[in-house]
Nanobody, 123 residues
Framework: QVQLVESGGGLVQAGGSLRLSCAAS????????MGWFRQAPGKEREVVEG????????YYAESVKGRFTISRDNAANTVYLYMNSLKPEDTAVYYCPADYENRWNDPSRVDYWGQGTQVTVSS
């Protein structure tokens, strides 16, 4: 079992920055691929970034290219999402999933999910 708790969301003006954190507990965190998804009101959950257990990036969405960066600290059991140049369309609930096989193209098969943290970007 892996438990995931996101933090760091909030209200920010367009052009601003935020850092999201996802603290993991449970066994074998470092064996899992980690990611960030987001879900805006009325829209489907979409993958934003993914990172392998080794630290290599497994995915990023074109909409965040050059603005968002994922990283992980296996010693601290934490994964981060650095978000810069935020836009109003980035407003969403951001979720942190863990999956042994990095199955970000099929969220229904992802092993574990956090509860999410709200990010709101004002124009």
């Amino acid at each position: 079992q892996v438990q995931l708790v996101e933090s760091g969301g909030g209200l920010v003006q367009a052009g601003g920055s935020l850092r999201l954190s996802c603290a993991a507990s449970g066994r074998n965190f470092r064996n899992y691929g980690m990611g960030w998804f987001r879900q805006a009101p009325g829209k489907e959950r979409e993958v934003v970034e993914g990172i392998r257990w080794s630290g290599g990036r497994s995915y990023y969405a074109e909409s965040v290219k050059g603005r968002f960066t994922i990283s992980r600290d296996n010693a601290a059991n934490t994964v981060y999402l650095y978000m810069n140049s935020l836009k109003p369309e980035d407003t969403a609930v951001y979720y942190c999933p863990a999956d042994y096989e990095n199955r970000w193209n099929d969220p229904s098969r992802v092993d574990y999910w956090g509860q999410g943290t709200q990010v709101t970007v004002s124009s």
